[in-house]
């Protein structure tokens, strides 16, 4: 009996899991849903007072990732993903996570966007500094 019982948990929990899970579609038609006044951003992105590692990482960011992830790391429809979205927190995505993404790229598994390519020219401590830059518009947007 007991045994049963804990099979039909597992099964109503798994059951639930999947209910719940969202697709890479369900997740783009929530950013959409929050769609901004920018043309083309996912998202309106709030920038806050920035520290100085921030600051030098948002003009490494706005030389190297902004064409494709738009200003402020908002994303850009049809293009790139928002970095400034809950997928990226640091407990999802943490900072070695980009830091290989600008290396040698990324298979795409969030996002419809296709795979993103390598970033020519950025070192590991560029990576680090528009780390920082994003960290802290996440934070300021309520991801931590």
Wanted: aromatic fraction near 6%; hydrophobic fraction near 40%.
């Amino acid at each position: 009996m007991k045994s049963t019982i804990a099979i039909a948990a597992v099964l109503a929990t798994g059951l639930l899991g999947i209910m719940i899970w969202k697709t890479p579609e369900t997740i783009i038609e929530d950013v959409q849903s929050q769609d901004s006044n920018s043309a083309g951003a996912f998202l309106d992105v709030f920038e806050p007072e920035l520290s100085s590692n921030a600051q030098i990482g948002k003009q490494g960011y706005e030389i190297k990732c902004a064409a494709c992830h738009g200003a402020n790391a908002a994303g850009q429809d049809g293009l790139a993903p928002p970095l400034v979205h809950i997928i990226y927190e640091p407990n999802h995505h943490g900072d070695e996570a980009f830091q290989r993404a600008a290396a040698i790229g990324v298979r795409a598994h969030h996002w419809p966007f296709g795979d993103m390519p390598p970033v020519e020219g950025v070192t590991r401590g560029d990576v680090t500094m528009i780390i920082a830059y994003i960290r802290e518009l996440q934070r300021a947007n309520g991801i931590n």
